[in-house]
């Protein structure tokens, strides 16, 4: 008995993720560290990050897929699970949400803000 419940402690940790997501959505608040660092604002479809009451970017909703901009020039699209930079595919949406674990195009948006030095 004793080895099938060290058995069950070893499985279970192993499929563990490896490691938790730094940033956390709460509401409208990304925090880290229990400590706000970014504010996520929606109008419609469309979701602006904000820190400090200033704009760093958004992601806004074209057809079926969301463009992130900064500054309103396209620097991501992101679209059917994936991010897109210059037609290449530059990520995916889970890769974004490993490190933040807040919904898809948040994650995503944060994700490239956060490529791109916006951040």
Known sequence: MK???MLLATLTL???PAFAADYKCKGNRVEKGGATQYTVRTSGPDITIEKGGGTRGK???RGNDYAVEVGGSTQATIENGR???GGSTWS???EAQ???DCPDIVAATLWV???KGQL
Do not use: C, D, N, P
């Open 113 to 115: 803000l956060e490529q």
């Open 83 to 85: 991010i897109y930079k």
């Open 14 to 16: 192993a499929s563990a």
């Open 59 to 61: 992601a806004v909703k």
């Open 98 to 100: 490993r490190v933040y």
């Open 92 to 94: 995916s949406v889970s």
């Open 3 to 5: 080895k099938l419940s």
